[in-house]
Nanobody
């Protein structure tokens, strides 16, 4: 079992930055794929970014490419999401998600992930 706890959300102005962190406990997640998803009110949960174990690959949604960066520190069981050049449309509840990195057919699908955090709210004002 893996527990995920997000932090770092808050209020930012358009053009500003925030850094989200996801800390895992329960089991080492060095062999897990760990990603970020977000959900705005009235919208479906959408993929933001993922850092895999296999190959150490990174996938980032087109909507945040060039602005958001995902990094992981396995020694600290932490995955961070650095968000720069924030836009009002980035406003959402951000979730950390993880699954053991085996037989993953689509890292961008929320259905692939077994463990989820409670979410941290990001609000960007114009």
């Amino acid at each position: 079992q893996v527990q995920l706890v997000e932090s770092g959300g808050g209020l930012a102005q358009a053009g500003g930055s925030l850094r989200l962190s996801c800390v895992a406990s329960g089991r080492t997640f060095s062999t897990y794929a760990v990603g970020w998803f977000r959900q705005a009110p009235g919208k479906e949960r959408e993929f933001v970014a993922v850092r895999t174990y296999l190959g150490g690959r990174t996938y980032v949604a087109d909507s945040v490419k060039g602005r958001f960066t995902i990094t992981r520190d396995n020694a600290k069981n932490t995955v961070n999401l650095q968000m720069n050049s924030l836009k009002p449309e980035d406003t959402a509840l951000y979730y950390c998600a993880a699954r053991e990195d085996i037989y993953v057919s689509d890292y961008r699908s929320s259905l692939m992930y077994d463990y989820w955090g409670q979410g941290t709210q990001v609000t960007v004002s114009s």
